[in-house]
């Protein structure tokens, strides 16, 4: 057979030489080349048995390198001896011209050059050389412009040099390539326009200058692109007017229609016509068809011979074979090449005649058939290609959740499962509560080290209606969130546009049976590549577009549910196909010069083998299988435009069969044809399983899909089985596929990425334990390791599917795809790796599959800082100069001291997280490790261990090491501080015993914490003393200090390669004290007077030792750095003024932290502290020496400046006092004589209080006593009882920490470097086991993998660290500027809190009279009988609102002084006479008064009858109303009917804390009570707006108050609509029907309705109102008063059902940041940022309504203080927010109102909580109105209208006016005589304070002249003076 080839290829090449002209003779051109690095490679391999082609990329073509190989003389005259007449050869510009100009030319290149054009001379080779092909030299690229002129340079220099040797030249081989190197900036028509000007230059040059002896000249142009280059004039020189002949890329398909010489015959349309040469002649799916190759060839030979084609030559690469002989030299051969054509040798005759004729499918079942099951399921393991793509998938509908979140339209798949009730009744409605966890799932992937994550877009996330009319910036921002972490963590997005999820409203009007849906996707898709393109260079427009084809609209089986299999499948494919087009046609034109993206499409497909394989009729079944899968979107897509024909003819030919329309295949036009193909730049694959495919069953009228396809679907039993029925395990089935599709249709040309693969777990399988899926996985990716090495495949990706466990459509969640464990039914959704995660994270590590082996680390990061030389310290005094931190710190006021700082760490800041070994590892007897004494004490009897607790297993890090490094990397830390245990390495203590597997374990774990950039710091002692040791006497053995410096020795020498920070020990002073003094710890010696210092004193000499060891052996080479880790709590002075107690605290810290920092770090020595109070108490003790041991001065001079760095470790704070203890027996801890005791407000915590203020003040203790040396918190953290994920005490502990080590660093100059919090996860601590939870991370300790879950801690330390600090939000940052000209500022009272008068004229009783009068009601029995007694204080009022330059006044007028009893049956006019005046001295003060009818203090007597919750007072509120109307509404303009109708009802009627007091309905009265408050509010404003308006012309509404609410865990979706419920129970209770629908917010209703039939009631609790009160109540009103005060944080809380209260009706429970800062009242905390957050809430949920701000305001408790600077942080920052709702985002916001004009009484609290601006001194009978610093802050807000620039200078608005003075009342007083005087009453009383303090001051002298005159015989000592503590402060 072989040599018939021959035959008639030597045949045919003889006749085309034969009958060609080559202008005037007759040389017909077949070329091969050029020489590429592979055929380089292949042929100077003298044993290589496989032969090469001389086809090749242009990117892999061979650089001319002197000396040339040996082998090319030989195998060029091989190739002439083939036929081969001409060679082609590229020359590269720029390494013949490095600079870009000839005038320097690289000589070497030159001359390398010259000498390979000479030697394809020598073999009678002509040379055809192309002039460029891939990049210019650098700078020749600056300008498009430019470029011609630099070519025409270069192609002379090119002529000049080498045309005496070429006589065929090209400018051009690959216009494309070449535009890549053009300036960007311009368009492709541009860039065309430059190629053809140069072309045409060094055209003419060349025919000028050196075409004398008849060379020519061309430009290579791809075949498919010459019709539209003849189109354009600027570019029809290169086919035409500037060639000499016509050369061509041309890629020919066997399985075309049209054949070759028809193609060709096209060209000769070109006028004049041109003679064509093939440059390259790329044959497709000819592989196996000898026969077409024949018609191929012989239609060439006839075209030629009829002159059809002026074809003067060819590219033959593809059929030369060329080999390597060690014998014969470089053999080249076409008949070797020929039969490479066909596929191996064929068994059997059918084998070989399916071969003739066979497919793409089989030639590739061919290629597998006859493979063993040994043979086809070897296991590969070797690595990827580099830069190969690791990554897993999700989908948009699968994970996000957030259904209606953020404006989001509903999709199909919302309808779908709310219709369906998919399987376990779930729906997509949150999922997996992706869209609020974007960091935590981009956490998942760092821990994976996913490469690629491929995520869709919700279309109507994006877009609700699917229209790009009505964009969603809400969805807009959760993708670039994702994104941009993405790319922050270095992940590449791979971005889908559509996964299945059709917005609903589109769906509506037909979905994708809509042609509309086209342009509509378009639009879409061009939106996302505008908006995202920037960042995303991997888009895929449709995932699996044959899954809503098929199941969406022909099985029904998915959204939308559609069954219609015949019709509306094909017809949404159809549209899917040209949606996909146009989408990738307009990225083409529009976005890819600037975004250099690339779009694909993902399909799925299965694989299909032959249920028979000896059927024919199976085999053809398959085929069509495949076809009617994949190929119904590929091949249009990759092949011709247009459907398979296998499909086309199927769907035919059953029609005809069924003499009916069975199944409608819709047509493409020709246009739409040219749209499709090519439209793709890669081709995304899913696959999961393979199938047996049979022949169709009967019944093919059916409109099935399998009948329509005419094959039937099986699997074989015995492949494994997975969750998913239509799964099975078939690992070899993908490598065939991939096989298929790149033969099929990407062809090599095309890059594969493999997008979606992976299989599910069940729900009752264990499912972390997913042994199965890591076995799937690792056999899958062997298959398409071979599908890559051995059959040569394009594959660039493999994503799993999926990143975690989602919404699977049909089967709900029961099927479990994700590497990660979702728990759905915890509301926050925690995810937790799996194994097959870990397994994963390891194939991506190693780039595929390889044997675990030990790897070469990564080059070791550099220590974090480089030890210093330091001054010897001088030891401490007693008290330390460091006393000078309490004398700067303990007068702060607290809200100084606790006001978070904003800012940042520096640069290369250590942001770690540590662990020990003892408590993380387990493996206790594991791989040869010896016991410890912790080993030893647990497994003892009485151990004192919680639960009898082990370390056992502990964590089980010993063989979870990937586990660990997955979290690591997760947390984003670079650093991890860890131990090693000394008995893992050293069985028994010593070096000749060690245990090389555990030596192993920390190189695996060092070497992979290096190669994810993370700093190992490793301790060498944390507690864990070998026990072998211990038997010989433990650290009491002075032989241990040698042991310990040989043990670490072996760790330096071993691990100091990679280790750069080192710690000798951990806490020593817990080893000494609690190991061998209290005897809790082992080894349990209680000798507390005498052991502890011992042990400490072997201690410090044995971390001398190493650190010497380390200084002299290691150091100048491993340039680490080396100290230990000490720890102590802050000592707080109880009392900071006295110098005892100042001594003591000191004391303390110098007995915990100086036992060990003094003799290292100052003097070599113990402090004087320890050393006077130890020496003296044991002389005290009649002993002869002291307890505290001594060093000789050597040992001092050793010991001494031991330590590199500072490494602390502190938990918490202590007050600290004097005492004198007992003497006996012997103690260190009474050695101390201290008192410990802590502030019952710190915040309690299971094992000690969390005091951040105090790492603040123990880092500057550090600072002041040791110097500036640098410090690491090296242990920092709190340990909580229950293992609850959201750790909300965590993240705040470790929030107010950091902070105040952040202003250790930025504000007091502490050189801090780094911070580790304790610890990484759960573990064994210590006495209390596993009942204590340290862990960023949770660890199920019963479950046997340990598996570690994300607490909400790790994601907020991950925050920190990625921030590096706290830097301030940019939406906090802080805003000058100016309100809007006329807006209003105000204060604002009310009647019972300021008026007093409680009896006078004639006033009734209220509510608040009878309350506050009642027992055990009101703080400190308090009442309003006098108040501030403003009822006779107008004057002193009124001035002090002008000390505030306030425009308004915002007051109450009490009901029951208006109208005594409540009705109008009696009106007292001396009631209403006090508010005429009232309002008469504001109108005359220009103030405009601002009435308020209603605030709280409701007339007992209608209280008496029901009060608000008897519907007749409503009327009653309407008539009240009516009289405030007619006798001030002629000058009152702006009315508040009611005040805070929450409180009213909620604390009124529901918790009882305000009046009336009530408390035994709290589930119906307080909404009976606010139905009625609603109702009256609304009559009263008819009331005003029918009748009055239009005279008084004045505004009236209500003001309703509102916290605002910030979810707790804001990636929790049940903590979001927490905080959305709190929002609507407080505020929207009764906006909502005011404001909106004249009813109550939906969630009130059907929570309240909901909770009222499950507690067995027979409707709701909630009143209803009629559609009447309805339409009457909505919009009655003029604005939206509003009082707000705070924030707070939600969760979710549910209540039982029997438990019925608006709290359990709400269901929702709130708690404060602990870093905000705090007031006087226990509800308020200090949170500006929500104030902006509820306005915009308000504009957004009403409508952006006309806002007056009523309240707003902060207290204080404590002693009366002038200077309110809490005061006016609060008020400052408050305002800023509300400037920026009104500058930055359009909140109509009119006014703003200060709460409150003066200090008054603040309800159920009395007196105790002062709101107020001016201060009222209650101990003066006048009550003056002192202004406090915050009134003159305010004023001067008011006079600025805002915040003037300061950048612009002083503004004049800003000067203060002469100081406002205290008010007094000007009324005239009653005269009394003084001393012959008449002096007021106020005046007298102030005299005679004067007369006695000066008679006390005469007596006090003469005392004091009658002592001194008794002392004058006797010599007096001086007296101490108490030190004088200055009150500074950072504030």
Same mark, same amino acid.
């Given at each position: ?166 006589? $065929?030249?090209? $400018? ?6 070449? *535009? ?13 326009? *430059? ?156 084998? !070989? ?146 996964? &299945? ?13 809509? #042609? ?75 976005? =890819? ?83 499709? %193909? ?155 790796? @799996? ?16 044997? =675990? ?12 800082? @480089? ?38 760490? =520096? ?61 690591? @990397? ?10 090693? +245990? ?201 002993? !002869? ?156 300790? /019963? ?99 002008? /000390? ?175 905080? @959305? ?101 226990? &509800? ?14 308000? %504009?957004?949920?009403? /409508?952006?309504? *006309? ?30 927010? +509300? ?13 703003? *109102? ?63 006016? #002469? ?73």
């Amino acid at each position: 057979m072989e040599s018939c080839w021959k035959a008639l290829l030597l045949v045919i090449l003889s006749a085309s030489c034969q009958g060609f002209h080559w202008v005037s003779d007759r040389n017909f051109i077949s070329a091969a080349g050029p020489l590429t690095r592979d055929v380089k490679r292949t042929l100077s391999n003298p044993l290589g048995n496989q032969g090469s082609d001389s086809t090749a990329g242009d990117k892999d073509i061979y650089v001319c390198h002197q000396p040339l190989p040996a082998f090319l003389p030989g195998y060029f005259s091989s190739l002439h001896a083939s036929k081969i007449t001409h060679y082609k050869v590229f020359l590269p510009w720029a390494q013949l011209l490095p600079t870009g100009s000839s005038k320097s030319p690289e000589k070497n290149t030159v001359r390398c050059y010259r000498q390979l054009l000479e030697v394809l001379k020598a073999a009678q080779l002509q040379p055809m050389v192309v002039l460029h092909h891939q990049m210019p030299p650098p700078s020749t690229v600056q300008t498009a412009e430019a470029f011609s002129d630099l070519f025409a340079e270069y192609a002379t220099f090119a002529f000049h040099t080498f045309g005496d040797l070429v006589g $065929t030249w090209f $400018t051009f081989s690959d216009l494309q390539e070449v *535009t890549l190197g053009l300036p960007h900036q311009a368009s492709k028509a541009s860039h065309l326009q *430059t190629l053809t000007d140069a072309h045409r230059k060094a055209f003419d040059i060349y025919h000028k200058h050196y075409a004398s002896q008849g060379g020519k000249l061309s430009v290579v142009l791809r075949a498919e692109d010459v019709a539209e280059l003849l189109l354009d004039p600027f570019t029809s020189a290169l086919a035409k007017d500037s060639t000499d002949f016509l050369s061509l890329d041309l890629s020919y398909d066997c399985q075309e229609v049209a054949d070759l010489p028809q193609k060709l015959s096209e060209l000769q349309n070109i006028e004049p016509q041109v003679t064509v040469f093939i440059f390259t002649l790329e044959l497709q799916d000819c592989l196996s068809t000898r026969e077409s190759l024949t018609t191929l060839f012989f239609g060439l030979l006839e075209a030629i011979n009829k002159d059809k084609i002026l074809l003067i030559g060819f590219d033959i690469s593809a059929f030369l074979s060329c080999s390597p002989s060690s014998a014969e030299g470089t053999s080249c051969s076409l008949a070797d090449s020929l039969a490479l054509l066909t596929d191996q040798e064929q068994h059997g005759k059918t084998a !070989a005649a399916s071969a003739l004729n066979g497919s793409a499918y089989q030639r590739v079942w061919e290629a597998f058939a006859n493979q063993s099951k040994a043979e086809r399921d070897v296991f590969l393991q070797d690595t990827f290609p580099e830069g190969f793509l690791w990554g897993v998938s999700t989908g948009a509908f699968n994970v996000e959740g957030g259904w209606a979140e953020g404006k989001r339209g509903p999709s199909i798949w919302d309808q779908y499962g709310h219709l369906y009730d998919t399987k376990g009744q779930a729906t997509p409605e949150v999922a997996s509560d992706s869209y609020y966890k974007p960091a935590s799932d981009v956490a998942l992937l760092r821990g994976l080290r996913a490469g690629v994550y491929k995520f869709s877009i919700s279309w109507s996330r994006i877009f609700p209606t699917g229209l790009e009319s009505s964009p969603n910036l809400h969805g807009v921002a959760y993708y670039n969130t994702l994104i941009n972490n993405l790319l922050d963590s270095n992940i590449q997005p791979m971005v889908t546009l559509f996964h &299945w999820d059709l917005p609903q409203a589109l769906q509506d009007q037909g979905g994708w049976q809509n #042609e509309a849906v086209v342009d509509a996707f378009l639009h879409y898709a061009a939106f996302c590549f505008s908006t995202f393109g920037d960042r995303v260079k991997l888009w895929v427009t449709f995932h699996e577009p044959w899954v809503i084809s098929y199941a969406g609209y022909g099985t029904g089986q998915h959204a939308p549910g559609i069954s219609d299999p015949g019709v509306a499948s094909f017809k949404v494919a159809h549209l899917i196909l040209k949606a996909h087009a146009r989408a990738w046609h307009h990225y083409d034109s529009h976005h =890819r010069s600037q975004q250099q993206g690339h779009v694909g499409i993902v399909l799925n497909s299965d694989w299909a083998e032959p249920l028979a394989p000896e059927s024919p009729e199976d085999l053809m079944a398959s085929e069509r299988y495949l076809h009617f899968m994949l190929g119904w979107f590929a091949h249009p897509i990759f092949v011709d435009g247009d459907y398979p024909a296998t499909l086309k003819a199927r769907i035919q030919q059953i029609n005809q069969q069924c003499g009916a329309l069975v199944a409608q295949l819709p047509e493409f036009t020709k246009a739409e044809r040219q749209l499709l %193909k090519g439209s793709a730049d890669f081709l995304g694959l899913s696959h999961y399983t393979s199938r047996l495919v049979g022949t169709a069953a009967q019944h093919p009228c059916v409109p099935s899909y399998d009948h329509i396809g005419g094959f039937s679907q099986h699997v074989d039993p015995t492949w494994p089985q997975t969750a998913s029925p239509w799964i099975r395990v078939v690992p070899w089935g993908i490598r065939r596929l991939l096989r298929f599709v790149s033969m099929e249709y990407t062809k090599g040309r095309v890059p594969i990425y493999l997008a979606g693969h992976g299989m599910p777990i069940g729900e009752s399988e264990d499912d972390l334990e997913d042994s199965l899926r890591v076995d799937y996985f690792s056999q899958y990716i062997s298959e398409v390791l071979k599908a890559i090495k051995e059959d040569s495949v394009d594959v660039r990706s493999y994503i799993v599917r999926s990143l975690m466990d989602g919404f699977e459509g049909p089967s709900g969640f029961r099927q479990r795809f994700g590497l990660h464990r979702v728990r759905f039914e915890d509301g926050g959704r925690p995810r937790t790796p @799996r194994r097959s995660a870990l397994f994963f994270s390891r194939v991506v590590a190693d780039n595929g599959l390889l044997p =675990r082996a030990e790897k070469t680390p990564a080059p070791p990061r550099t220590a974090a800082v @480089r030890p210093t030389a330091r001054a010897l310290a001088p030891r401490s005094e007693v008290p330390s100069k460091a006393s000078v931190v309490w004398a700067r710190f303990s007068a702060q006021p607290r809200f100084e001291r606790d006001l978070v700082l904003a800012g940042s760490f =520096r640069e290369g800041f250590l942001w770690g997280v540590s662990s020990s070994a003892y408590q993380v590892e387990g493996g206790w007897d594991a791989d040869g490790k010896g016991p410890s004494i912790w080993d030893n004490f647990t497994h003892s009897a009485g151990s004192a261990v919680k639960d009898n607790s082990t370390g056992d297993v502990a964590c089980d890090s010993y063989h979870q090491l990937e586990a660990d490094l997955n979290i690591l @990397r997760a947390l984003k830390v670079n650093a991890y501080r860890f131990s090693i +245990a000394w008995s893992r390495i050293f069985p028994t203590g010593r070096n000749t015993s060690i245990n090389y597997r555990g030596v192993d374990y920390y190189n695996r774990l060092i070497d992979g914490l290096v190669a994810n950039n993370i700093f190992p710091m490793v301790t060498l002692f944390h507690w864990d003393l070998p026990q072998a040791l211990q038997d010989i006497g433990g650290w009491e053995n002075p032989f241990l200090i040698e042991l310990f410096d040989s043990y670490a020795d072996f760790c330096f020498q071993t691990f100091g390669d990679r280790v750069k920070f080192w710690m000798t020990f951990n806490e020593p002073t817990y080893q000494a004290w609690l190991g061998y003094g209290l005897g809790t710890f082992p080894p349990n010696v209680q000798d507390p007077g005498w052991a502890p210092y011992r042990i400490g004193h072997a201690v410090i000499k044995a971390h001398a030792r190493v650190y010497h060891t380390y200084n002299e052996k290691y150091r100048q080479k491993q340039n680490g750095v080396i100290s230990l880790s000490l720890s102590t709590h802050w000592a707080e002075p109880k009392a900071p003024g006295v110098l005892r107690d100042v001594e003591a605290a000191d004391r303390m810290l110098q007995f915990s932290l100086g036992w060990f920092a003094h003799p290292i770090f100052k003097n070599g020595d113990y402090p004087d502290a320890m050393k006077w109070k130890v020496g003296n108490r044991s002389e005290l003790q009649h002993l !002869a020496t002291s307890r505290l041991p001594s060093f000789t001065e050597e040992e001092k001079a050793y010991i001494r400046a031991t330590a590199d760095v500072f490494c602390l470790n502190t938990y918490s704070s202590r007050i600290v006092q004097h005492k004198t203890p007992r003497l006996n027996p012997p103690s260190y801890d009474d050695d101390q004589e201290i008192t410990l005791e802590v502030d019952s407000s710190w915040i309690s915590t299971p094992t000690h209080r969390a005091v951040a203020w105090g790492i603040r003040r123990l880092l500057n203790w550090i600072k002041e006593e040791y110097g500036a040396i640098p410090i690491y918190v090296t242990e920092n953290g709190i340990g909580l009882e229950d293992s609850n994920l959201e750790d909300t005490d965590r993240v705040f502990y470790h929030k107010t920490y950091i902070n105040e080590a952040l202003k250790a660093y930025r504000l007091d100059g502490v050189d801090l470097r780094g911070y580790s919090a304790w610890s990484l996860m759960d573990n064994f601590e210590w006495l209390s086991g596993y009942t204590i939870k340290y862990g960023l991370y949770h660890v199920d300790f /019963n479950h046997v993998n340990r598996p570690r879950t994300a607490r909400a801690s790790a994601r907020y330390y991950t925050e920190v660290i990625t921030n590096n600090g706290m830097p301030l939000p940019k939406e906090d940052e802080f805003l000058y500027g100016q309100f809007p000209a006329g807006f209003i500022w105000s204060a604002a009272s009310a009647a019972y809190q300021v008026e007093g008068a409680w009896r006078e004229d004639g006033k009734g009783l209220s509510i608040w009279d009878t309350f506050a009068h009642t027992p055990l009601r009101v703080g400190n029995d308090d009442t309003g009988d006098v108040a501030c007694d403003s009822y006779h204080k107008i004057t002193e009022d009124v001035a002090a609102l002008q /000390n505030l330059a306030v425009s308004h006044y915002r007051f109450s007028i009490s009901w029951p002084r208006v109208l005594p009893d409540g009705t109008t049956k009696h009106i007292s006019e001396a009631g209403l006479s006090y508010y005429v005046r009232l309002v008469d001295a504001l109108l005359a003060s220009r103030i405009t008064p601002q009435v308020t009818m209603y605030h709280w203090d409701l007339p007992q007597a209608l209280q008496d009858i029901g009060g608000w919750e008897n519907e007749t007072i409503v009327q009653r509120f309407t008539e009240y109303a009516e009289v405030l109307f007619q006798r001030l509404g002629d000058k009152v303009k702006f009315w508040i009917t009611i005040n805070e109708p929450f409180i009213i009802a909620a604390h009124g009627y529901g918790s009882g804390v305000s009046a009336p007091g009530i408390s035994f309905r709290p589930g119906s009265a307080p909404y009976t009570a606010g139905h009625n408050l609603i109702k009256a509010h609304a009559k009263a404003w008819h009331l005003y707006n029918d009748k009055y308006r239009a005279s008084q012309g004045g505004v009236i509404s209500i003001t309703i108050n509102s916290d605002w609410a910030e979810p707790r865990d804001p990636t929790n979706q049940e903590d979001v609509e927490a905080a @959305r419920r709190y929002v609507q129970f407080m505020g929207g209770w009764f906006a909502h029907p005011i404001f909106k629908n004249g009813d109550y917010p939906e969630v009130m209703k059907t929570r309240i309705h909901d909770r009222s039939l499950a507690a067995g009631l027979s409707k709701s609790r909630l009143p209803e109102f009629t559609e009447d009160e309805k339409r009457s109540i909505s919009g009655t009103y003029d604005f939206f008063g509003f009082n707000h005060y705070t924030t707070v944080l939600a969760y979710n809380l549910n209540y039982p059902p029997i438990i019925s209260s608006f709290d359990a009706d709400r269901g929702v429970a709130s708690i404060a940041d602990r870093s905000w800062p705090t007031s006087g009242s226990f &509800w308020l905390k200090m949170t500006p940022f929500g104030f902006r957050r509820i306005l915009n809430w308000l %504009k957004e949920e009403y /409508n952006n309504p *006309t806002i007056y701000v009523t309240e707003n305001g902060v207290s204080r408790r404590g002693d009366p203080e002038l200077n309110d600077t809490d005061r006016i942080y609060y008020l400052r920052s408050y305002i800023n927010e +509300a400037l920026k709702a009104v500058q930055e985002d359009k909140v109509d916001l009119r006014g703003y *109102t200060v709460w409150s004009v003066m200090d008054n009484f603040e309800w159920a609290t009395g007196y105790a909580e002062r709101f107020g601006v001016h201060f009222v001194n209650r101990s003066d009978p006048s009550l003056p109105r002192i202004p406090k610093a915050s009134a003159k802050f305010y004023a001067s807000v008011v006079r600025c209208n805002g915040f003037p620039d300061p950048a612009q200078g002083p503004h004049p608005c800003l000067q203060q006016p #002469e100081d406002a003075k205290p008010t007094t009342s000007p009324d005239r007083q009653e005269e009394v005589p003084f001393l012959g005087l008449m002096l007021g009453t106020t005046e007298a009383q102030m005299a005679l304070y004067i007369l006695f303090s000066l008679v006390l001051l005469g007596a006090c002298g003469l005392a004091l002249l009658l002592y001194k005159y008794c002392r004058l015989s006797k010599q007096g000592g001086s007296q101490p003076t108490q030190q004088e503590l200055s009150p500074i402060s950072s504030f």
